[in-house]
Nanobody, 124 residues
Framework: QVQLVESGGGLVQAGGSLKLSCAAS????????MGWFRQAPGKEREFVAA????????NYADSVKGRFTISRDNAKSMLYLQMISLKPEDTAVYYC?????????????????WGQGTQVTVSS
């Protein structure tokens, strides 16, 4: 299977930008969809963005549409989340996940492998 490690989180001011990375190890990284989810304190883990196996299809939560961009580099086994115009409500632990399908699934239960998470804090 695949192992995932997120990085790039940190503290940023509202309106700022941040880019998260997810490094994958193991075989056949390009054979499945990937996604980003986030979880704030006291909240359920929620969908943020997803991308299909070759990167041709993406899906975004309405709350981040137009501000976040998900991408992948299969040659480097990397997944990215470029975040701009950050808001305090974006504060959460962000997790990358690998799905058991090739499509850009938005369903949490479709993901069978997760990274350890990286903290994103947006101050006002």
């Amino acid at each position: 299977q695949v192992q995932l490690v997120e990085s790039g989180g940190g503290l940023v001011q509202a309106g700022g930008s941040l880019k998260l990375s997810c490094a994958a190890s193991g075989r056949s990284f390009s054979s499945y969809g990937m996604g980003w989810f986030r979880q704030a304190p006291g909240k359920e883990r929620e969908f943020v963005a997803a991308i299909s196996w070759l990167g041709g299809v993406t899906n975004y939560a309405d709350s981040v549409k137009g501000r976040f961009t998900i991408s992948r580099d299969n040659a480097k086994s990397m997944l990215y989340l470029q975040m701009i115009s950050l808001k305090p409500e974006d504060t959460a632990v962000y997790y990358c996940g690998a799905a058991g399908t090739t499509v850009a699934t938005t369903t949490r239960s479709s993901y069978n492998t997760w990274g350890q998470g990286t903290q994103v804090t947006v101050s006002s």
